[in-house]
């Protein structure tokens, strides 16, 4: 990485999305959205779409946009191009903001018109930092390990914001489509929008860059043989399976069922997923033990955390299935995935981006100068991990009381959270704005 610059707009990227993520939690400790209201209430929506786009959509492309050019050995590209994305995105999420909230009816104006341009705005973003991205990604083949969980994420991306401006247009503009074409719309391109955006675009991202930086980060081998060619073809290629099987749903005649064919494709495609994820999870957990950093920071420490939120994700995830519970549990689930596994893992890793980062920018050309001081002078962790700690405790009984349907109970951890995540981002403003700290007398190491 020291030999990657450092991308213009990667930090924008991570403030913008900081501010979702925190009014997103705002909502729900307040009440004004799941569990204290409906799941399919406006205001829940608005915090969805805050978390799913402002808050992990905007982080992930702004640390792709340094990620990439780490695992394909180029330079950051684009800079122009990802600041004007940048605002599309976030222009576009207020615009979609504006319609969801116009759903509830009880402002002076309509969702028709915000839903879809909001929605249009989105994918111009998307599409232009994805482009950028792809760029170099595509220059780089074959591919290594973590930039194949990229490539595939990038076009789930793409199937998500695609079915997220149809479903817009289905609620904003019903009569622009057959009534019972709408209906199917609404209720089979939802999950596989869910899909798409938390199985695909998420955490196959997710599981990509964890791959690279906990190996790097930890100092463990980052070549995984078989296990990892295997967990990234298993939960890929039966992600991209199911999504066909829903596709093939939303496309067949209206009044009539997709087949049983389809119904044993997309069973297929979920069961080969899960088992790539489980692959995944060995595979980190040989990782931890192959590290040669015994000591482990508090990037790699929490990350762990994440991971197992991921394996007690996707245990509920086939207890579910198995108990015909897919949609009686669909909000406990959603938040152990959004906030437990994708959330945790992210806050965790931005505790070690930003300083590096932050060095790079400060230090990097002072480097074989003279004294410069370490990567991890610029952090406190005694004074973060209590945070951390309140974090991912406040999510888990969190989640432990959504399974057991006390909403209140639920609603008071999501201020817990909500603190924790404010203090660590007081953490991270910290790192980026404190005086530098004193030189040390050796050459950091990262």
Request: proline share 7%; glycine share 12%; aromatic share 10%.
């Amino acid at each position: 990485m020291f030999r990657t610059g450092v991308a213009r707009w990667t930090m924008t990227y991570f403030g913008a999305a900081f501010v979702s993520f925190a009014v997103a939690q705002a909502l729900i400790a307040l009440g004004l959205a799941y569990p204290s209201a409906p799941l399919f209430a406006p205001w829940t929506f608005v915090a969805v779409h805050l978390i799913t786009i402002g808050w992990l959509t905007v982080l992930i492309l702004g640390a792709l946009r340094q990620f990439v050019p780490v695992i394909t050995a180029t330079q950051p590209e684009g800079d122009a191009v990802a600041g004007w994305a940048l605002v599309a995105i976030d222009i576009g999420l207020l615009a979609m903001v504006a319609g969801f909230v116009a759903l509830g009816g009880n402002v002076p104006w309509a969702a028709s018109p915000w839903l879809p341009l909001g929605g249009a705005l989105v994918i111009a973003g998307v599409v232009a930092d994805t482009v950028i991205i792809a760029r170099p990604i595509w220059r780089t083949r074959p591919l290594p390990l973590p930039a194949r969980f990229v490539a595939a994420a990038l076009a789930f991306l793409w199937v998500t914001v695609l079915l997220g401006l149809c479903l817009a247009l289905a609620v904003a503009r019903p009569g622009t489509l057959p009534p019972d074409r709408v209906a199917r719309l609404l209720v089979d391109g939802l999950p596989l929008h869910l899909l798409a955006g938390i199985g695909g675009w998420f955490t196959l991202t997710a599981m990509g860059v964890g791959y690279k930086l906990l190996a790097m980060f930890t100092l463990a081998p980052e070549h995984r043989g078989a296990l990892g060619d295997w967990s990234f073809r298993l939960s890929a290629g039966g992600l991209a399976l199911a999504a066909v099987a829903g596709c093939v749903t939303i496309a067949a005649p209206a009044g009539g069922a997709a087949g049983p064919a389809v119904l044993v494709l997309e069973r297929a495609g979920w069961l080969a997923a899960a088992v790539g994820v489980a692959l995944y999870l060995v595979d980190m957990r040989k990782l931890y033990a192959e590290r040669r950093r015994r000591e482990l920071e508090l990037n790699g420490r929490f990350a762990a955390w994440a991971l197992v939120a991921l394996g007690a994700g996707l245990a509920l995830l086939v207890a579910a299935a198995l108990a015909g519970q897919g949609t009686g549990w669909a909000g406990p689930l959603g938040y152990v995935f959004l906030f437990g596994w994708l959330s945790g893992l992210s806050l965790s890793q931005l505790y070690k981006i930003v300083p590096f980062l932050t060095w790079l920018e400060r230090f990097g050309s002072k480097l074989g100068k003279g004294p410069v001081p370490r990567v991890q002078d610029l952090v406190d962790e005694p004074r973060a991990r209590p945070w951390f700690v309140l974090y991912f405790a406040a999510v888990g009984v969190g989640a432990a009381t959504g399974f057991a349907g006390l909403d209140g109970a639920w609603r008071a951890c999501s201020v817990l959270s909500l603190a924790a995540s404010l203090a660590i981002g007081r953490e991270l403003w910290r790192i980026r704005h404190s005086p530098p700290p004193p030189a040390a007398p050796s050459v950091p190491r990262g």
